[in-house]
């Protein structure tokens, strides 16, 4: 079966599943999540879950990559420039770089990071800036942020990164350690508004670099 149809069959599931903004479906119906994965995992690359991609990391599972996103996305304000934490495989690099004008994603493993950039090069998405540094500072030099996301769960919310949002700036990320949730928070004027999207399963935030 070609990738293109299996990627189809895998966008049908997220819509079960409740996704809805055609943004992000469209997204997810041309990114090839198979070229973010060692061959040995690629025949699986459009079931709807994570996968090991070395380094005791994980590949998200597409429908948390895409309930994020779409959250991001739910903003009244437009979408320009976002921050990743976690670039890992660069799977959701690759589809926030398709949906705003600009991606900064960091990732604390060089070698994942190397390996991402190669990827994202090939597929010329040309509109993304890595960095090798430690998330929970976020990336001082490029804030603020329209939307922050991050696919490593810290133990609680780093202030510095709603401290890195524009007022109305959206951030959307696991929290907790061994039971974790998934947040969503909105800058406001005084403070921030959060909502808990789901009950999720992510790889710890650590902290310095590898
Ligand atoms: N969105 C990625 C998720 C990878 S898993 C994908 O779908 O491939 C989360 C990633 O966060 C891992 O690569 C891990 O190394 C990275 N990470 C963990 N703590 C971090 C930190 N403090 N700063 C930056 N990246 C971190």
């Known amino acids: 079966m070609t990738s293109q149809r299996t990627r ?6 997220l819509i079960e599943k409740g996704i809805s903004d055609p943004r992000v479906l469209d997204t997810i119906k041309v990114v090839p999540r198979h070229l973010f994965l060692d061959e040995a995992m690629a025949t699986r690359s459009y079931e709807d879950t994570a ?13 948390v ?5 779409q959250w991001l996305l739910q903003s009244d304000r437009p979408v320009r420039n ?7 495989s660069g799977y959701q690099t690759a589809i926030l770089s398709l949906l705003v004008d600009k991606v900064y994603s960091v990732e604390r493993i060089e070698a994942l990071s190397q390996r991402a950039q190669q990827v994202i090069g090939k597929l010329e998405l040309s509109n993304v800036e890595f960095s090798m540094s430690d998330g929970h500072w976020g990336w001082p030099a490029k804030a603020p942020f329209d939307a922050i996301i991050s696919a490593a ?3 609680e919310l780093p202030q510095e990164l709603i401290n890195q949002l524009k007022v109305g700036g959206r ?3 696991p929290i907790g350690e061994h039971e974790q949730k998934l947040y969503g928070f909105e800058k406001t004027l005084n403070g921030y508004k959060e909502t808990c999207l789901a009950e999720v399963m992510f790889v710890p935030m650590k902290t310095g670099v590898e």
Request: proline share 8%; glycine share 10%.
């Open 8 to 13: 189809n069959r895998l966008v049908d599931r």
């Open 51 to 63: 996968l090991p991609i070395g380094y005791g990391q994980t590949i998200s599972q597409p429908w």
């Open 65 to 69: 990559v895409a309930k994020m996103t």
């Open 82 to 88: 976002v921050l990743e934490i976690g670039t890992g």
């Open 153 to 155: 769960s810290p133990a």
């Open 171 to 173: 951030l959307v990320m």
